[in-house]
């Protein structure tokens, strides 16, 4: 048992913060502290300052021009981004779509896609979610008939993250109505810009555009865009799906979340006194710290048996379950440090624009964010579904 | 005992339910975020319809020219609003403004209370500031005499309905320490009062509010409502039937958010069976149906007491909010769990009704302040 880094660990995040302090633009940090949305033009800039450095790919092999960090390595980088506001990184085409092209994919898809993902020339969005195959999503509808040498695609995605940006989705798609739910579904890659889809924004209870509906109407989808074999589908939707729940316990986001929490409660005023000495404030916070101290214990412990080649099973259910309810408890604390200025709604404010917030630096954005995150709990398998899987794990397949 | 509605009140609670229902596409799409949504905060038709049902009378005594005015008028009202997530800003035109005036008006000032009972007349009530959180004695504004003459200077936070309003009901300090409760005085500011600024913008969970910049208002004396310095306990005692309205409203938006979630339980299919059946989900939707009950017996202890002794009826006010914190904030956030993606979205009811729920606890003071409040009555 040893709870410090080693000396190579403790250098590599000199190095991680090094880099931070010099090539993440203050702007850009600044919009990212005060929960401000980044838009396409800022992601598409983060973006290719990290490719520039070699490190928008952590977890890709050096072959593919990744940086093959092992798991230790990611997290230190994660924990340090966010500790400098830098953004998130979209992960559709780099963490979803790449592993899966680097183990599943053809020598040509490889060749042809991984380089654009890299260059930021293809944005990609995920077509998984569909109206009625949600926790369900075996039970996807959308359709794709082989016709000579293309797929014809018709059916309706939702809940797509970013669509509105992305030039390419990949999807899944039924080519065997008759098999077996899981045995009759395709990956497909589909160039966005193809005649027949459409796609529709859905606007959040917070106001945002972040997802859409995708519809597809006598899509013709070439058949070298399938990926590996037909019906395999729902196998590489696995895989990928392992990727997803790196970083699911989201630690570094709840620690930024929680110093944010702090700077509030010692700006707002309660009673005469700072909120921070507040004691039901203060005991809130202090729940909330204890709980992310044992969680990123729980994170570390089961990355590092990932380091050491052990695949995560259903401890990463147990990340994303703890993970999830502790940045939505901190959420709720943001909200109420903000106290009446949790209640104005100045849009303007979060797109970025040039209106001041009407409330102390960062008061505009919690609110939004309390409702935009119970999404955390919904998205990526819901809580629901990671229980089930722990359950089924541990008590037998009657679960 | 008797826990049923007089006939006038079941009467009152029947028609404004239909009523609501009724307009329910108007009702929703004035509380769109964004370019969809009203300038005003509200819409003016259902305002001058819920004058002519009688609904803005329910809340006033017949003393004040109103047909009701007691605690159960107040929630049989505030039920019904947040059961149709209707933010037309009866609390501050009525409860609020009109009630102050009631309360504190002279001759000259109070028939303006016969115009807010008529639908024609809004009013904003501008105590809360920067700084003063949820603690209602904070007033740093101040008014001060220059010859005849009274001049406010300061600054007012999240007043809600202040654009719509006709007079806002401005909180001044005319003496004592920032944080005193004597001092207080309460002035009936025309909007368009020179020095008057306000800076507008739309609630998350609907309506508007703006910032109120005070720069050298001037006043006359008849502009002060009731004696100088002396505001408070009448802030107070109108403050605490805005929290009894507030405890009844997101008790409606409960029973909202409950009953669509039960729908929704009943009939989306995955697994190839309703996600009712999933007795995870069951027991989750049991405690909710638990909580929303605990939620309606707060409400009526605090209506029931809104007439006691002042130290009774803050203890019972601020246990019913704290309880009502407590609940509504795990049905909003169970509801949209159970539901999934669509709770997320802003065309399904629910996110708003979610939104009503929480945010109605930062309104003169969350559950924790509320917790305090409690133990300091409970020490009393």
Redesign the interface.
């Given at each position: 048992m040893d709870l410090n880094y080693s000396i190579e660990e403790q250098d590599f995040r000199a190095e991680v913060q090094e880099f931070l302090a010099q090539k993440l633009p203050q702007e850009m940090a600044q919009t990212i502290r005060a929960g401000r949305e980044l838009g396409k033009e800022g992601h598409d800039q983060w973006h290719a300052i990290l490719n520039a450095q070699g490190w928008l790919a952590p977890n890709w092999p050096k072959e593919f021009g990744g940086c093959e960090w092992n798991a230790v390595q990611r997290h230190i980088f994660e924990e340090e981004s966010c500790r400098a506001n830098a953004p998130r990184i979209v992960p559709f085409g780099l963490s979803m779509l790449a592993p899966v092209l680097q183990k599943f994919g053809s020598k040509a898809q490889q060749d042809h896609y991984l380089p654009r993902i890299l260059s930021g020339e293809d944005w990609w969005c995920q077509g998984y979610s569909e109206p009625g195959a949600g926790s369900d999503l075996a039970s996807l509808k959308t359709r794709a008939v082989r016709e000579g040498d293309h797929y014809v695609v018709n059916g309706q995605k939702t809940w797509t993250t970013l669509g509105q940006y992305a030039n390419w989705i990949f999807c899944l798609v039924r080519t065997d109505p008759e098999a077996k739910q899981q045995s009759g579904i395709s990956f497909l890659l589909i160039d966005m810009d193809t005649p027949g889809i459409e796609v529709r924004p859905i606007i959040l209870l917070d106001g945002t555009h972040e997802v859409n509906e995708v519809w597809f109407t006598d899509v013709k989808v070439p058949v070298e865009n399938l990926v590996g074999e037909e019906n395999m589908g729902w196998t590489y939707a696995k895989y990928l799906l392992t990727h997803e729940r790196t970083n699911i316990a989201g630690v570094g986001f709840s620690r930024a979340g929680l110093e944010a929490v702090k700077r509030m409660a010692r700006s707002q005023m309660h009673r005469g006194r700072p909120l921070i000495e507040n004691a039901h404030f203060a005991a809130r916070l202090a729940r909330a710290e204890i709980d992310l101290m044992a969680m990123s214990t729980t994170n570390l412990r089961i990355i590092s048996r990932a380091a050491s080649g052990q695949a995560p099973g259903v401890e990463s259910s147990m990340l994303k379950v703890k993970g999830t309810e502790i940045r939505q408890e901190i959420n709720d604390l943001a909200r109420r440090a903000a106290g009446t200025y949790a209640m104005p709604f100045v849009s303007e404010a979060l797109e970025g624009g040039n209106e001041p917030e009407v409330g102390p630096e960062g008061s505009a954005a919690v609110a939004p964010q309390y409702f935009n995150y119970r999404k955390l709990s919904i998205f990526g398998g819901s809580n629901e579904i990671q229980k089930n899987i722990i359950a089924k794990v541990k008590l037998g397949g009657g679960a | 005992m008797n826990f049923d509605l007089t006939e006038e009140r079941q009467m009152l609670q029947d028609s404004l339910r239909r009523f609501l229902r009724d307009n329910q596409a108007a009702l929703q799409a004035s509380t769109r975020?964004?370019d969809g949504g009203s300038l005003l905060g509200f819409d003016a038709e259902i305002w001058s319809k819920l004058a002519e049902l009688g609904v803005i009378g329910a809340l006033f005594s017949e003393e004040d020219g109103g047909f009701g005015g007691a605690g159960f008028d107040l929630t049989t009202v505030f039920e019904e609003l947040g059961r149709a997530g209707a933010v037309e800003p009866l609390l501050d035109s009525a409860i609020l403004g009109g009630g102050l005036i009631a309360a504190l008006g002279d001759a000259a000032q109070k028939p303006l209370v016969e115009e807010v009972i008529a639908g024609s007349l809004h009013l904003a009530l501008a105590h809360?500031e920067?700084?003063s959180?949820?603690?209602l004695a904070q007033v740093e504004t101040r008014a001060t005499q220059a010859g005849d003459d009274i001049i406010l200077r300061g600054r007012k936070?999240?007043v809600i309905n202040a654009e719509a309003a006709d007079y806002l009901l401005v909180s001044a300090r005319e003496s004592g320490g920032p944080?005193e409760e004597d001092g207080i005085s309460l002035f009936l500011v025309p909007r368009q009062t020179e020095g008057v600024s306000l800076?507008g913008?739309?609630?998350?969970?609907g309506g508007r509010?703006a910032?109120l910049d005070l720069e050298d208002v001037s006043l006359p004396q008849s502009a002060r409502l009731g004696a100088a310095g002396a505001a408070y306990p009448a802030l107070k005692r109108a403050i605490s039937r805005a929290e009894v309205a507030i405890a009844a409203e997101t008790l409606g938006a409960m029973e909202t958010a409950t009953s669509l979630t039960r729908d929704y339980l009943l009939t989306r299919?995955?697994?190839g069976r309703p996600i009712g059946s999933f007795q995870?989900?069951q027991h989750r939707m049991a405690t909710l149906l638990i909580e929303l009950e605990q939620a309606r017996s707060a409400v009526i202890n605090a209506a029931g007491h809104l007439d006691a002794d002042p130290d009774e009826q803050a203890l019972q006010i601020a246990a019913a909010r704290n309880l009502i914190g407590r609940a509504g904030?795990l049905v909003a956030?169970e509801s949209?769990?159970l539901h999934?993606?669509i709770?997320?979205?802003?065309?399904y009811e629910l996110?708003?009704i979610?939104?009503r729920i929480?945010?109605a606890d930062?309104?003169f003071g969350?559950?924790?302040?509320q917790?305090?409040r409690f133990i300091d009555h409970s020490a009393a």
């Open positions: - | 975020l964004g809360g920067p700084n959180r949820y603690d936070a999240v944080s800076r913008y739309p609630l998350l969970a509010a910032e299919q995955q697994f995870a989900l904030r956030e949209i769990q999934g993606g709770a997320m979205t802003e065309e996110g708003h979610a939104k929480v945010m930062h309104r969350d559950t924790d302040t917790l305090e």
